[in-house]
C-alpha cells in the first residue's frame, strides 16, 4: 500500500532511504519485549512472571504444609478459627475477589500471627491488586517464618514490578537453591536476566527448563529471544519453531520468527508466519498485535515488490 503512494508521488531516493529506516525501526521495535512470564498452573500465577497462585481446596491445605501454621500456644478453638478464616480467603480468592480474600487472611494472621501461608497468601492477594510493597512486606515475614522457594519467588516477582530488577534475581536463584527443579524460579530469572542483557546466562536457564520439562513453549519462545538478542539467527528460528510446535495458537512466536526470516532475506516464510500472527491476534482479540502484524506485512510487501 505505501509502495504505491511512493511510486504515485515519486519520492526522491533520500526520503525514500528514510522511510525504509523508520520502517525497520518500527518492526525491530515490535519484537515481542523481555517482561518477565507468569506462568499459571494450579500453584503459579503465564505471561509477565511467574508467581505462586493461591491453591483451590483441591491443591493442598496451605494452612497444614510444613511448618506453617505454628501454634504459639493457641487453643484448638483459635487454631480452628484462624484456619477457618484462612480457607475462606482462599475461596475469596478464587472467585477473584482479592480484596475480601485480604480481610480473611488479616483475620487468620490477628488470631495466630505466626501462620507463614497466611501471609504468603495475602502477599498473593495484594500482589493482585498491584499493591507490591505490601505484597513484599508479607512474603518476607512469611520466609521470616518459614523460608519455602514459593515465597521467594513471589517475592522475587514484586520486586521485579518496582524494578529492582537485582533483589528479584537474589530471590529467583533463592528459590532455585532450595528447590532445584523449580520450573517458575529458572524462567523468571531467564527472562529476568535478557532484561539485565545477560544472554548467556539466559539461555542456560532456559536449557534448564526444558531439561525439566521438554514441551514448554515458553522456555523455546523465550530462549528464542536470546538467541536473537546475539544475533544467533538461526538457533532463534529454531527456538521459535519449537514453541509453536508445541503451541501452535503462539501468535507472538509467529510474529518473532517472522522478523527473524525478513531480517534473513526469508520474504516468503516470514510473510506466511506474519499472516500467521495476524490471523491468531485476530482471534485474540489483541488490537496491538493486529496492528504490529499489519506493519510487518507491510514492510514485506514493500521488500519484495522488486522496487
Not at 9 to 36: C, D, G, R
Not at 97 to 106: G, H
Amino acid at each position: 500500500m505505501f509502495l504505491k503512494s511512493f511510486n504515485k508521488n515519486k519520492f526522491n531516493n533520500l526520503k525514500l532511504n528514510a522511510f525504509l529506516a523508520i520502517q525497520l525501526l518500527i518492526v525491530s521495535s515490535n519484537l515481542v519485549s523481555a517482561k518477565e512470564f507468569n506462568y499459571y498452573r494450579s500453584e503459579t500465577v503465564y505471561l509477565e512472571t511467574q508467581e505462586e497462585n493461591a491453591p483451590s481446596s483441591n491443591d493442598r491445605d496451605l494452612s497444614k504444609v510444613g511448618n506453617s501454621n505454628i501454634t504459639n500456644n493457641l487453643s484448638d478453638n483459635a487454631l480452628a478459627k484462624s484456619e477457618s478464616f484462612f480457607n475462606q480467603g482462599i475461596d475469596k480468592f478464587n472467585e477473584r475477589n482479592f480484596n475480601e480474600a485480604i480481610s480473611f487472611f488479616s483475620q487468620a494472621i490477628e488470631i495466630n500471627p505466626q501462620y507463614a501461608n497466611a501471609y504468603l497468601s495475602r502477599g498473593i492477594a495484594y500482589r493482585k491488586l498491584q499493591n507490591n510493597l505490601a505484597a513484599i512486606e508479607d512474603y518476607s515475614k512469611a520466609i521470616e517464618l518459614e523460608p519455602s522457594a514459593s515465597a521467594y519467588l513471589n517475592r522475587g516477582v514484586a520486586r521485579s514490578r518496582i524494578n529492582d530488577s537485582n533483589g528479584a534475581l537474589i530471590d529467583y536463584s533463592k528459590a532455585i537453591d532450595m528447590q532445584p527443579d523449580y520450573i517458575a524460579a529458572y524462567l523468571n530469572r531467564g527472562n529476568l536476566k535478557i532484561q539485565k542483557k545477560d544472554f548467556s546466562g539466559a539461555i542456560k536457564d532456559f536449557n534448564k527448563v526444558i531439561e525439566l520439562e521438554p514441551g514448554s513453549h515458553k522456555a523455546y519462545f523465550s530462549r528464542g529471544r536470546a538467541h536473537s538478542s546475539l544475533e544467533q539467527n538461526d538457533k532463534a528460528i529454531q527456538d521459535y519453531t519449537q514453541a509453536i510446535y508445541f503451541n501452535n495458537k503462539y501468535a507472538e512466536a509467529f510474529y518473532n520468527r517472522s522478523v527473524i526470516k525478513s531480517r534473513t532475506r526469508d520474504y516468503l516464510g516470514s510473510m506466511s508466519d506474519a499472516e500467521q500472527a495476524k490471523g491468531l491476534y485476530n482471534l485474540q482479540h489483541n488490537q496491538k498485535g493486529l496492528e504490529k502484524s499489519n506493519k510487518l506485512i507491510e514492510y514485506i510487501k514493500y521488500k519484495t515488490s522488486g522496487n
